[in-house]
């Protein structure tokens, strides 16, 4: 099985939005939906504060709710790896994936008539490059590669730097990982 | 009645037509009859560009998919953008297919009823009436009683067309509301300006420290990549800002100063570098002179003195001053860009430029770089005549240290029947939404004005004050000059036509040669189409139009060091071939030769000071309509203290107007209830509150900082305006 993984480096992570620009064209996402958004969390009161700002989107599950509740079929991991697609022909649009996933990863309702979500780019990944958001990132900050190479950058960064991942008590094993 | 009505081209424009469709194609994701086909799998192709976005340029390709737009992404040789683009810049394509685009040439014309309106005319009407009024004005006054106000690389073209006329007055925004006081605060003290982009060396910095520069929110690519590569390499950052700005989120230190306090706490940090004998010696005794009188003028501002002003703890000085010395020469203290803040920003701005003579970064790896440009040979025309007047008309001998035209004076130099100045043209700027608070001495000059014309691709507030309107298509339709900005070595990108311009648009160059032609002045434009002169341009420095077509981007080496070479003597351009710390010519003039603080007025009871800034997802009010870029920010919001918000029962996500002291109101502003700003100011980005309902997106979305600007402060240096003077306390919405 192929695990792949982002890895976002939320201390060079300013919360710009190209991430989401960058997809919204890559991806033709239609207008008014988007399929990554960027979270700041502050706190503290002024002056003692933090804040962490955090690009997210599907988490790309290991243990995908999503694809187990789908009654379809049309969620489901691609090809031997963690990246969870919809194929938009078997979806009836029933939204029990949107009740299924902790991050509210999934958009209601692409015009044609299904429940669209992040991809990872798989149609990039496919070709050996990174998804849209990682290769325009102004900062460098997201990174993007397989976890099983021990060489890869984005195992690399999860050896040596402190992290988290967002509701894991969920054991959905998400697969977006945040640099603290 | 006014001689000009505001007119909203309202009911004029048709639907639009552009925008992406559907595509073909199979797909490798989905297969079988009824494929979803994957983005990319169609017939591709890509044009070189760099971006017009903002003012950075980065280059960058334009990608289309079975003949239509798909994307643009940055172009990875091209040191501006280092293959990646901002926000902005990957929202390019929302700006060509904007269904709010002007069309076609408009013409102020008065109906049977005596009212005034727009009136769609051809090319040739619009550009006859150009030329007719044009030369009407240089037979009765001289062609130097015109000025263009103009932003943007496009305004080249117009600058062309103008100096060919006799037109000697510009002027840009750029400079006296922008970057203006930091630029003559640099060339007093060092006799160089910081360039643009900027020679700042973050990459390499060990310690970076901003003045209210909010790097992060400010999406200048290459300084937003820089800073954040100093940073991914360890570099501490050290930030000074009143409010918890997204740098100020990653800094080691945020010092949280009282607004309008800068220059106290600048010379509290020369006072420890000097007092605990922390600044670079060696580099001071080579470069610099008055090293003696500056050290005597700062022992008055200790950190403990300057606590009062700034608010700032004085061990958070010291230590943070220690901290720059420590990483010096690779500490930067960054100059900033948008520096009209206070009316004595020249001033600030030699502060900066001093301290980081102090600390030996000016010329060195991690603080100030050596830029190097392409040395292009300008294609050969004739001189321009010599204009009989220019600008310096306009300033009537104040602002001595201006090297360019002040616009707000420009604007003043246009009121009553008696102004020097009778026509304006104005390219890709917005005057209503960019000069502060001076509504009705602009609606004055513009009522005085015998000519106004506007060439514009959006129909922003400004084109409603015109006589006519010309269309000029996007960046994404058109040729303009080369890039060659200096920086880490010298480059060229181009900007070509990725689309045929959309409807009745026209490119700039195109314009400019139209009315040329229609003014006798044939021999400036000898070409028929802008690309001959890239070519011949290309080919002097060894490759060529279509070469370029494919690369986009070509890179030269470097033919010196980029920073001082250790033991080689320096000569700055300055008077004395130092730097100067103390400033002989500043002196002479009356000036403080040194910079001395001032303490800015406070706020009366109930009143914040309004400071403004941007968003990462805008460029101002020049983007806010951007279909794309609209849907990341439709709106600004007025960042209020959790402290304030209580005392004036204000409620988080409801909607307030804000008031000045001279009764000024802005539209309605959705409330963002925040810690992230201190009790004595709220915030709000720039480039919202737009008037013009042909800006069928973003109109009535916001307030305009811009229109609550009072009590601004003139820097009598250079002509700065003052923005951060200004004071508003809110009125609440009918429940």
Redesign the interface.
């Known amino acids: 099985m192929s695990h792949y993984a982002m890895v976002i480096d939320t201390r060079l992570c300013i919360g710009c939005g190209d991430c989401v620009i960058a997809c919204k064209t890559e991806n033709k996402v239609p207008e008014g939906l988007n399929r990554d958004w960027v979270v700041e969390a502050t706190s503290g009161t002024y002056p003692h504060l933090s804040t962490e700002f955090r690009s997210e989107r599907c988490n790309h599950c290991s243990h995908a709710t999503c694809v187990y509740q789908c009654p379809t079929g049309a969620s489901h991991h691609w090809r031997d790896s963690n990246i969870v697609l919809v194929d938009p022909r078997k979806c009836t649009g029933c939204k029990a994936c949107i009740a299924a996933c902790p991050y509210d990863a999934r958009l209601v309702m692409h015009p044609d008539g299904y429940i669209d979500k992040c991809t990872f780019c798989v149609h990039r990944v496919e070709q050996g490059l990174d998804p849209a958001c990682v290769s325009t990132c102004p900062t460098h900050c997201m990174h993007f590669g397989l976890l099983d190479d021990p060489s890869s950058r984005v195992a690399q960064l999860l050896r040596t730097r402190n992290y988290k991942a967002l509701a894991e008590e969920t054991g959905n094993q998400p697969n977006v990982f945040y640099l603290t | 009645m006014k001689r000009r009505e505001f007119l909203k081209i309202s009911g004029l424009l048709g639907a639009g037509t552009a925008g ?1 469709g559907l ?1 073909g194609g199979c797909s ?3 297969p ?1 009859p ?1 494929a ?1 086909p ?4 169609g017939k591709l192709s890509q044009t070189p560009t760099f971006c017009d976005m903002c003012f950075w340029k980065c280059a960058g390709f334009v990608h289309q998919e079975n003949g239509k737009p ?5 172009n990875d040789t091209d040191l501006h953008s280092e ?5 902005r810049g ?2 390019g ?1 929302g700006s060509f297919e904007d269904r709010d685009r002007l069309r076609r040439p408009l013409l102020r014309v008065t109906g049977s009823d005596g009212r005034q309106r727009f009136k769609e005319v051809s090319w040739d009407e619009a550009l006859d009436f150009v030329a007719g009024k044009l030369k009407k004005i240089a037979a009765d006054y001289g062609p130097d009683r015109t000025a263009l106000l103009n932003h943007g690389y496009g305004a080249r073209h117009f600058s062309h067309l103008m100096r060919a006329y006799g037109c000697g007055s510009s002027a840009e925004p750029a400079f006296a509301q922008c970057r203006g006081p930091r630029d003559i605060g640099f060339v007093l003290t060092y006799g160089e300006d910081l360039g643009s982009p900027e020679r700042t060396d973050m990459e390499n910095s060990r310690c970076i420290v901003l003045i209210g520069s909010h790097i ?2 400010n ?1 200048h ?1 290459g300084q ?2 820089t800073l ?2 100093g ?2 390499k360890g570099a501490s950052l050290i930030t000074v800002d009143p409010r ?1 700005s ?1 740098p100020a ?2 800094s080691k230190y ?1 010092l ?1 100063i009282k607004p309008g306090t800068d220059i106290a706490l600048l010379l509290a940090w020369m006072h420890v570098l000097i007092n605990e004998g922390l600044y670079d010696k060696e580099y001071v005794d080579r470069h610099t002179t008055g090293f003696g009188q500056l050290s005597a003028h700062v022992q008055r501002y200790s950190p403990e003195w300057v606590f009062l002003e700034t608010g700032l703890e004085p061990e958070l000085i010291r230590a943070s001053a220690r901290e720059m010395a420590k990483c010096a020469p690779a500490t930067l203290v960054h100059p900033g860009r948008h520096t009209a803040w206070w009316g004595d920003d020249t001033q600030r701005s030699r502060a900066i430029a001093i301290l980081n003579a102090l600390l030996g970064s000016w010329g060195r790896k991690g603080g100030l770089y050596i830029q190097e440009g392409v040395a292009l040979p300008k294609y050969p025309l004739p001189d321009y005549p010599e204009p009989k007047s220019d600008w310096q008309v306009a300033h009537a001998g104040r602002y001595p240290f201006a090297d360019q035209g002040v616009t707000t004076a420009l604007v003043e130099a246009s009121i009553g029947s008696q102004a020097h100045y009778k026509g304006w043209l104005v390219y890709g700027t917005n005057l209503p939404t960019t000069l502060p608070g001076i509504a009705p001495q602009l609606r004055a000059a513009i009522d005085s004005l015998e000519l106004v014309v506007v060439v514009d691709t959006m129909p922003a507030e400004i084109t409603g004050y015109a006589d006519v309107v010309l269309p000029e298509c996007t960046y994404l339709e058109r040729y303009d000059d080369l890039r060659n900005s200096a920086e880490r070595h010298g480059s060229l990108a181009l900007r070509m036509p990725a689309f045929e311009p959309l409807y009745e648009t026209k490119p700039g160059w195109w314009i400019a040669k139209q009315l040329g032609e229609r003014l006798g002045l044939q021999k400036y434009f000898p070409w028929k189409d802008y690309s001959e002169v890239l070519d011949w341009q290309l080919k002097q420095v060894g490759s060529s139009l279509e070469e370029m077509q494919k690369l986009g981007v070509k890179n030269f080496p470097r033919r010196g060091p980029k920073y001082f070479v250790e033991g080689q003597p320096v000569q700055f351009a300055t008077p004395s071939g130092k730097i100067e710390l103390y400033s002989q010519q500043l002196a002479e003039r009356g000036f403080d030769p040194m910079p001395v603080y001032h303490r800015p007025e406070r706020p009366p009871a109930g009143y914040y000071h309004l400071n403004y800034g941007r968003m ?2 805008h460029t101002f009010g020049k983007t806010t309509n951007n ?3 609209f ?3 439709p709106e600004n919001t007025l960042w209020v ?1 959790p402290l304030v918000a209580a005392e004036h029962a204000l409620l988080n996500g409801t909607y307030v107007r804000l008031r000045n002291p001279e009764g000024t109101l802005s539209d309605p502003i959705r409330l963002r209830v ?6 004595d100011s709220v915030f709000m980005a720039h480039g919202f509150g737009h008037r013009s309902r042909r800006l069928r997106l973003t109109y009535g979305l916001g307030a305009d900082d811009s229109a609550l600007m009072s009590n601004v402060k003139t820097d009598p240096l250079m002509g700065g305006s003052g923005m951060r003077t200004s004071f508003v306390t809110f009125v609440k919405e009918e429940a």
């Open positions: 992406a595509l490798t994701l989905f079988g009824d979803y994957a983005p990319g799998s798909w994307k643009i992404t940055g293959g990646r683009l901002c926000t990957t929202g394509l992060g929110e999406l690519n937003v990549q954040s590569a940073l991914a918890f997204v989120s990653k945020w949280p990462p997802s279909p794309l870029l849907q990341l920010a203290n925040t810690e992230r700003v201190g009790p």
